[in-house]
């Protein structure tokens, strides 16, 4: 069976040495998160703006710009548990473009599902978790030492998953996926598995 973190853990942890572009920037491989000329968006009335209008070339108009920080809130998100922060987890927000469920980062944007901190993986959900799944450790030959009971194998891990959604369809992209295997903290270098931006590791720290 899987072990299960002690902790201790804080309330929130951000990405060290985070700022805007550092994951999801604007690299070839990322560029699908951008609005583009030939997307079906229309270009914003300067004379009306509207909260929905693009902002072309910085996200989403009236989103704020992601810090890096995930949050932990049972109140509003207990499913989550004790070993869960999201971005949209920040303390004072609420409902509305303008309060954090709406987040501009690197080239790409994404938003939590209604504003409901209820669904926060109905969509794009910046995230950061213990998952018991069981990570197999790659032996010499290249299979996995399961069968030896590698302590890898019987361990879980810490996720870091970077979402944004796409313009026009809203459809969710994985940005950057990494882990951290075992260890009763969060905190720590992940490897990159997956996602459009190649960043190899990303190290979160407690604040």
């Known amino acids: 069976m899987p072990s299960v973190p002690t902790g201790p853990t804080v309330g929130s942890y951000r990405i060290a040495g985070y700022q805007d572009g550092l994951v999801g920037g604007a690299s070839p491989e990322c560029d699908l998160l951008r609005p583009h000329y030939d997307s079906g968006l229309k270009w914003p009335d300067p004379d009306n703006p509207r909260p929905e ?11 704020i710009t992601w810090d890096g920080t995930f949050y932990r809130d049972l109140t509003r998100y207990p499913a989550g548990g004790q070993f869960f922060w999201s ?23 994404c938003h939590l599902a209604n504003d409901d901190p209820s669904q926060v993986l109905s969509g794009a959900a910046p995230r950061l978790f213990y998952d018991v ?29 970077i979402e944004a959604n796409m313009f026009v369809t809203y459809a969710v992209v994985n940005v950057w996926t990494g882990i951290k295997a075992g260890g009763n903290d969060p905190a720590g270098v992940y490897t990159r598995l997956s996602g459009c931006d190649s960043t190899p590791s990303l190290f979160v720290e407690a604040c």
């Open 87 to 109: 971005a949209y987890l920040k303390p004072g927000t609420g409902p509305g473009i303008k309060n954090g469920y709406w987040l501009n980062f690197g080239s790409g944007w």
């Open 133 to 161: 799944g069981c990570v197999p450790s790659r032996g010499a030959n290249g299979g996995t030492n399961a069968a030896s009971g590698d302590a890898a194998y019987s361990s879980g891990r810490w996720k870091l998953v």
């Open 53 to 63: 209008d693009p902002l072309w070339g910085a996200g989403v108009r009236g989103g």
